[in-house]
T-cell receptor
Framework: DVKVTQSSRYLVKRTGEKVFLECVQDMDHENMFWYRQDPGLGLRLIYFSYDVKMKEKGDIPEGYSVSREKKERFSLILESASTNQTSMYLC????????????FGPGTRLTVL | DAKTTQPTSMDCAEGRAANLPCNHSTISGNEYVYWYRQIHSQGPQYIIHGLKNNETNEMASLIITEDRKSSTLILPHATLRDTAVYYCIVRVVWSGGGADGLTFGKGTHLIIQP
């Protein structure tokens, strides 16, 4: 079975802190994604990576950056956390071919105080 | 991607088959029908997808009408753990690299009753 793991299920940070969210997949997938999910706004793509060191902006990249140094690991970085970044963050992975099924991690519920 | 229409909510008795409908009347010839679900406070879970033939896997069956304008996801023996929001989406699939982010509509909230 595909397994996507995220470093934390729940995280509480203070405004202005630098926050790292880690995602690891064990199926040798080329594509990895970071989303945030908010009530009433649905799922929104933050960043996407199709290979090591490659990244593409999604729909809402402002305030975020990403890092992909190894194929299995994709990190989301909040350079200076703000209260409007309080959300559920979801990582997903998929095979290279465009728009194949995506496999999600359990999510990280981040609260910024 | 074409839009889909699903009922807001459905109930089903435990042990019975749950049949979830989806309308996608503007689907294009190169668009697949995908189903995902999301159990409360968990990440979305891929269930099944198909182009025009009916599909079955260990989780569910997908029945697509001949004109491809609608489909039905069938959970053959629903359990309480199948209570979730079920999303039907249509997406183009291609063989090269790149990908689009997933966009879910409001989905169907399926409640399995004991």
């Amino acid at each position: 079975d595909v397994k996507v793991t995220q470093s934390s299920r729940y995280l509480v940070k203070r405004t202005g802190e630098k926050v790292f969210l880690e995602c690891v997949q064990d199926m040798d997938h080329e594509n990895m994604f970071w989303y945030r999910q908010d009530p009433g706004l649905g799922l929104r793509l933050i960043y996407f990576s199709y290979d090591v060191k490659m990244k593409e902006k999604g729909d809402i990249p402002e305030g975020y950056s990403v890092s992909r140094e190894k194929k299995e690991r994709f990190s989301l970085i909040l350079e200076s956390a703000s209260t409007n970044q309080t959300s559920m963050y979801l990582c997903a992975s998929s095979y290279l071919a465009g728009n194949n099924e995506q496999f999600f991690g359990p999510g990280t519920r981040l609260t910024v105080l | 991607d074409a839009k889909t229409t699903q009922p807001t909510s459905m109930d089903c008795a435990e042990g019975r088959a749950a049949n979830l409908p989806c309308n996608h009347s503007t689907i294009s010839g190169n668009e697949y029908v995908y189903w995902y679900r999301q159990i409360h406070s968990q990440g979305p879970q891929y269930i099944i997808h198909g182009l025009k033939n009916n599909e079955t896997n260990e989780m569910a069956s997908l029945i697509i009408t001949e004109d491809r304008k609608s489909s039905t996801l069938i959970l053959p023996h629903a359990t309480l753990r199948d209570t979730a929001v079920y999303y039907c989406i249509v997406r183009v699939v291609w063989s090269g690299g790149g990908a689009d982010g997933l966009t879910f509509g409001k989905g169907t909230h399926l409640i399995i009753q004991p």
